[in-house]
């Protein structure tokens, strides 16, 4: 169960993956460089049609275009990670690691490379190393709630859902509007069984982002599990309990 829902970033994109099952998938991001953005949306459209060496194509010529762009070497990892799995491609699978590399190069707090990186190391047999890449990034950002949240995600794919709880419970007391730290942590708790803690936690979330979907359902499906008779997010729909946690 992924928890959560994603953040958004420069432009229109998002990104996120649930690891459950060894099942990953990536929506890429556009990019926030001026110059390097076509090239990137370019990418990210033929990603999302599965024409991945056409969609790399497009992310060298955005980091030759603009090579301090790091949302460029993130999609270019992204893909070769995804093209490396599928094949089980050992030489994809480093560039991809090479990739996620240069791009914290670039920026050092981009959460999603962080992300992307973390599940590349745990799939590869690394889940020391991607604990310690998460914690060594809140250690040299001790105010950063997404650091904590990309921690707290990698803890409760481990199984260790009270460090996970811990950890997203820093999140929010470092940033309270922080809508992703308060749906990883109803989603935890909804799925420990404290249903009305996740309700509040969702309600939370939802007042941050009013047009999250997934979020307003979960806060349905809650509200018709609980028994309670207050309106739902959307004001008219219901939903089964049994759908999905929302992601983050």
Same mark, same amino acid.
């Given at each position: 169960?992924? +928890? ?12 996120? +993956? ?20 076509? =090239? ?17 194509? =497009? +992310?060298?010529? $955005? ?33 991809? =690691? ?33 604990? $310690? ?11 950063? $709630? ?103």
């Amino acid at each position: 169960m992924g +928890f959560g829902d994603s953040d958004n970033r420069c432009v229109s994109g998002t990104t996120w +993956f649930a690891a459950s099952a060894g099942v990953l998938v990536l929506l890429l991001v556009p990019g926030c460089g001026v110059v390097a953005t076509g =090239e990137n949306t370019r990418g990210v459209l033929l990603y999302q049609k599965g024409d991945y060496y056409a969609a790399m194509d =497009e +992310f060298q010529r $955005a980091m030759a275009t603009s090579p301090e762009n790091a949302d460029a070497y993130y999609n270019m990892a992204a893909t070769l990670a995804q093209l490396g799995k599928a094949g089980k491609n050992q030489a994809m699978l480093q560039q991809a =690691e090479m990739m996620y590399n240069q791009c914290l190069d670039r920026d050092p707090n981009h959460a999603d490379c962080y992300r992307g990186l973390a599940v590349l190391l745990t799939e590869t047999g690394r889940k020391d190393r991607a604990v $310690a890449l998460l914690k060594n990034w809140a250690i040299r950002n001790p105010r950063s $709630a997404d650091a904590r949240v990309e921690l707290a995600r990698l803890y409760d794919e481990f199984g260790d859902k009270k460090t996970a709880q811990a950890q997203l419970q820093q999140a929010v007391q470092l940033d309270q509007t922080n809508r992703r730290a308060w749906t990883a942590l109803a989603a935890l708790r909804e799925s420990q069984g404290d249903y009305s803690q996740a309700l509040a936690n969702y309600q939370r979330a939802y007042s941050l982002n009013p047009r999250d979907s997934a979020v307003a359902a979960r806060i349905a499906a809650l509200n018709r599990s609980i028994g309670t008779s207050s309106p739902t997010a959307s004001g008219t729909r219901t939903v089964d309990a049994s759908m999905p946690t929302a992601r983050y």
